[in-house]
């Protein structure tokens, strides 16, 4: 019911309706909001630019949601992640010119995470070996492609992609045993 | 593994370009393997951005993010209307050959030309100062040779200038140098009013342009010997 909603919602901000967008925003903007602050590391003037960014590209492209391509909630996450990459990646190539590419690789961790988080993707994240999970941090929250972290990690290309696929498999394990629990 | 399943990794995390992407998903209808192992590792991918601790939002971000939105409109509604209009320029290229647009050229040009033309002579027409009868004097006869003569007199303005038109019929017909001159009385003075030399039905028209404040108390109608008379030399034919 709740993704019928959503649906018809997506469907009437494509008709540029002002109100519906509104209400996208009152319903995901918690999560939208927590979510790019950890990609930006808590970065208030960031996360908003990015935001901004974001219900930009809902508002002005015709970007349609199909249901049966997944969960709305994905979908939207997909679009958000996205743009924060993008938003990185150039900032990234700004700051280039003036300091070397090896930032504050050694430890992903970050502000945001450092909190009291207790959901079951953080602890089963959390069980997965150091390597994985630095691996995801990258990939995942600093928008480095895969091909970038074999070059920083000086590791071929297959390596990485077979440790995501661990990784990956590992977390789903984990989620599961969360579950039953 | 095949080479083609060795995609599912950079599919997942959204690394392949389109045409490799394209592949992959018609790829996945077919591999069973791929399929099992899509369904599971994307479950955890798109578990992935739950990883976050809710924070509180900013009470102000709403007006700044929806503001930026909604102002963008405009400018974003004018690009879409430009890109429209280039858009219908690129198909009508398509659509005509360059000896076809010259000649839609002309025939445009044409039609803009004469539709100028014709707005200017409807705008040269409204300009049109109207004509005012101000005073209508009818002229009678004054001779008994020719009681038939008849005619009027009329005062007419067109903005500050005024003109006395005097149209006179079944006058007698003049010889050689002969003229009708119009006198304008004044106080038992006479002047000049113009002169002018009847049709061969004995029709006369005149325009005179009277001077600034020039008035008159009655016209009379002479025929005069040449056209040089600074006073009434000959016999009066019509009169007021």
Redesign the interface.
Known sequence: MKEKYDTELMRLVNEKH?HA??EL?NRY??LI???V??FCNGN?EKT?EI??LV??RL??TNSHYDPSQ??FV?WL??IT??ICIDYLRKEKRKTQHHQEEHEEIADPANV??Q???T????K??NKLPTAQRKL?DL??WKGY??SEIAKLEQEPLGTI??R??QA??G??KH?ELEDIK | MRRDC?H???Y????LKECERMAFVEHLKNCTECKKEYQ??S?????????????E??ES??G???G???D??GK?GTETFMAKMSKLAIMLKSQFTPVSISIVAVLLLAIIGLGIANVQEKNHHAENIPIEILTAIPLKAANQSHPGTNGMAYIVQQESEKNLVVQVHELPGVEGSQVYQVWLLKNGTRENGGIFKPDENGSGILTYQLAEGQTFDQIGITVEPDADSIQPRGEKIAGS
């Open positions: 002002g967008l509104e925003y903007i918690k909001y927590s979510f602050m950890k208030e908003k935001i901004q219900f930009l508002w002005t997944g969960s994905n996450l997909t992640r996205n945001i995470e909190r009291v988080n959901n079951d993707i953080t089963a994240k995801i990939l995942y492609s895969l992609k077979s995501l696929h990956l498999k977390l789903r989620l | 060795d599912l990794i950079p997942i995390a959204n690394e599971e590792l479950q955890a991918w798109h578990a992935l951005p739950f990883d976050y601790t809710e924070i939002v900013p971000l709403k700044e993010v929806l930026f939105v909604f963008h409109k974003s």
